[in-house]
């Protein structure tokens, strides 16, 4: 058949556990099921980092995080660095950017890595804005409710897919790339109807509503600063309720590119990929939003769904997969190469037979030295309170670094104690066994394990030399302004 279009579906902070295929019985999202029916839906896929921009870089270069300093809001993909829209443009592909995030490129990258990027319909509206009285409970939880739709409402999502779906209709030149980065179901709270009716009054997943043991500090320093105590049981099912309501609408935006993709007879030519940056607390541990450091597995576990060309249809991968086995299967597919190292794993031998195995481990981390303060995000309105903790106490966002395989989650944190969780026994990591006598031969070889992936994935080197011994002008010259 040839090379297959390839559209990459992205919502943001969507936990993979909260989609009807991942066996969530509440959330309504008719479309992601069917496309997860149509292909291969990934069991044990993880993001590297649990943080928007970090992660999002993860996919466009094959690097951790800490491989080439990706660790901030800030540090963004330069001209000179690798990433994978611009390999696809490279190689032939007709690539669109659909919308204007600012958190992979820096300036002139965008432009350099897509034949199409930005808006044929341009937002009006953002967010609703805070509802409630500012240091109130659910101001400082983000919650905002219920959306009031009007005529002029036309929020940075609904644009995005707007100008997606103008594209596509227009028969762009194949093969193509799209790639569709949404904001939802990221917080603040907030939804429209159909959505928000649409579990209004409904009992939902209960949340964990212990704090666990052994959790790290920030657990507790969050639920401190933002005082989610003063939030009843009732006030966090409507969290929970606006953030299915809000994945329900991510739901029915995908159903609307897939349908033009089917009216305009691409959808057989086109591998579909639906996965996120991160996840979300959304009530786990009296915790809302994600943290730098959170290694927890509602932040880290990716919802990855691939359908389409070569693809077994209605299968459930369980081999391991990181953020960063993304940008190699893709090469494969448009059938060229990486020119740079990396560390991914191309998922095309599993997508073919689904028994294969590519990976049995898989690593994530985050955070920072306290060194690094004067790096850490500034804000102001919702965010300055978390924004504010990190600052005050710069060891609760410290560097820390996860491996989980099929029986153990270790995390080594570098100014705490570290984390190790038994999966079939505690699927939702809420018990640290760190320091007992039973596992004491577990958490030692998977520390040696964590400091092995760390040497082997410390740093690169770039393919193309510099000429050793250039040539200089000799003697005086004018200093650099």
Request: hydrophobic share 35%.
């Amino acid at each position: 058949m040839g090379r297959p279009n390839i559209l990459i579906f992205m919502p943001d902070q969507q936990r993979a556990d909260c989609l009807g295929c991942y066996g969530n019985p509440y959330v309504q999202t008719p479309n992601i099921d069917q496309l997860a029916a149509r292909g291969m839906r990934f069991e044990n896929a993880y993001t590297n980092h649990p943080v928007c921009g970090p992660s999002r870089i993860n996919l466009m270069t094959g690097w951790y995080p800490h491989t080439h300093g990706h660790r901030t809001l800030t540090n963004l993909l330069k001209l000179e660095d690798p990433n994978l829209l611009r390999y696809l443009k490279q190689t032939g592909y007709n690539v669109a950017f659909a919308g204007a995030r600012g958190d992979v490129f820096a300036p002139g990258v965008t432009e350099a890595s897509t034949n199409f990027c930005g808006w044929t319909t341009r937002p009006r509206k953002m967010s609703m804005g805070p509802q409630y009285p500012e240091g109130s409970a659910l101001y400082d939880v983000f919650y905002h409710g219920k959306r009031h739709s009007d005529d002029s409402w036309l929020d940075f999502d609904e644009a995005a897919i707007q100008t997606a779906l103008d594209w596509i209709g227009q028969g762009p030149k194949e093969p193509w790339c799209l790639w569709i980065p949404l904001i939802f179901p990221h917080l603040p709270f907030e939804v429209e109807d159909p959505w928000y009716d649409m579990y209004e009054g409904q009992e939902v997943k209960t949340r964990f509503a212990g704090f666990g043991t052994g959790k790290p500090a920030f657990h507790q320093a969050i639920r401190e600063k933002l005082g989610t105590d003063r939030l009843s049981e009732s006030e966090w099912q409507d969290i929970q309720r606006v953030y299915y309501g809000m994945i329900s609408r991510v739901d029915s935006q995908l159903g609307r590119v897939m349908k033009a993709l089917n009216e305009t007879n691409q959808i057989e030519s086109t591998l579909t990929l639906y996965f996120t940056d991160h996840g979300e607390y959304a009530g786990d541990f009296g915790l809302v939003e994600k943290w730098p450091s959170g290694m927890d597995r509602c932040l880290l576990q990716n919802p990855l769904i691939v359908a389409g060309p070569g693809v077994q249809p209605g299968t459930v991968a369980s081999t391991y997969t990181e953020m960063v086995d993304i940008l190699p299967t893709l090469l494969e597919v448009a059938e060229t190469e990486a020119s740079h190292t990396h560390f991914g794993k191309s998922l095309v031998p599993v997508l073919t037979n689904v028994n294969e195995t590519i990976r049995d481990t898989a690593f994530s981390e985050g955070g920072f030295a306290t060194s690094e303060l004067d790096l850490l995000e500034q804000a102001s309105g919702e965010y300055a309170k978390k924004a504010q903790l990190q600052h005050e106490k710069p060891e609760l966002v410290g560097k820390a670094i996860c491996m989980r395989n099929d029986a153990y989650t270790y995390v080594y944190r570098l100014y705490e104690d570290d984390e190790l969780y038994d999966r079939a026994a505690d699927p939702d990591e809420t018990c640290n066994l760190v320091g007992q006598l039973t596992v004491e031969s577990v958490e030692q070889e998977m520390k040696s394990q964590v400091v092995e992936w760390l040497f082997r994935t410390a740093d690169v080197i770039p393919w193309v030399p510099d000429p050793r011994f250039p040539g200089i002008p000799h003697g005086h010259h004018s200093p650099v302004d």
